[in-house]
């Protein structure tokens, strides 16, 4: 795996962002995110869950290497059409460095990008001094066409690195169309602000098709 050259080498750590771009990029991709859950699940009945952070950030990324029509419809989709345009990729670094600074005190988090891009193909400077300097997200040369197989092993080997072995295997392969993947990887763990206690006994549970099975309880008298 080639490592492409950037004239950005390293992430920018003090971005400088003003403070009103980063409320408004908080507030559209938060926004973005409950439009984008409400469509996901308008004809489910399943349980879902979306990684709301990691999806805004891949499309952020992925707004950055686009122009004109294309970046406003990006910015239109996203909520941040109204973020001075200077100002949005440093925001969003600004974000990621906050949640950053919030490991500690038995919180584990961590948050990482990374583009394989077919080896040949050529990014322009502008949007890799992005990608390197505002996301951290360095960018692998590899062979899609000639060893499909090695650039999916990369691939899922880097989200288990950065998961730690949470999330084993992302993909299976990819069309022989593609050309660049933006992975973006987010690894949590936490305690609950405020802890249920296990019982002892297990009890009754009812599922959804009525019928009732003993489960492993846990309990908490709070008001909340």
């Known amino acids: 795996v080639v490592e492409l050259v950037a004239d950005v080498t390293e992430r920018d750590r003090s971005p400088g962002a003003d403070g009103g771009a980063v409320n408004e ?25 979306i990684g709301n952070y990691s999806l805004s950030t891949a499309l952020l990324l992925t707004m950055a290497g686009t122009s004109g029509v294309t970046t406003d419809g990006f910015a239109e989709l996203l909520g941040v059409d109204g973020v001075d345009p200077a100002q949005l990729h440093p925001a969003v670094n600004a974000i990621d460095l906050i949640l950053e600074g919030r490991a500690g005190d038995g919180l584990d988090i961590s948050t990482a990008n990374k583009l394989f891009v077919q080896d040949g193909l050529t990014l322009r400077p502008e949007f890799l001094d992005i990608a390197v300097g505002s996301y951290g997200a360095p960018v692998a040369a590899v062979d899609f066409f000639g060893a499909p197989d090695d650039v999916v092993s990369a691939v899922n080997g880097w989200v288990s690195e950065q998961t730690d072995g949470f999330i084993e295997e ?19 763990k936490a305690s609950w602000a405020v802890q249920f206690r296990r019982l002892d006994e297990r009890g009754g549970f009812t599922t959804a098709d009525g019928t009732i099975v003993q489960a492993e309880l846990m309990a908490h008298d709070e008001y909340l």
Request: cysteine-free.
């Open 25 to 49: 990029v908080v507030a559209g991709t938060n926004d973005f995110a409950v439009r984008f859950f409400n469509a996901a699940t308008e004809d489910s009945t399943d349980n879902v869950v």
């Open 170 to 188: 992302l993909t299976t392969g990819y069309s022989p169309e593609t050309v660049i993947v933006l992975a973006n990887a987010m690894y949590l």
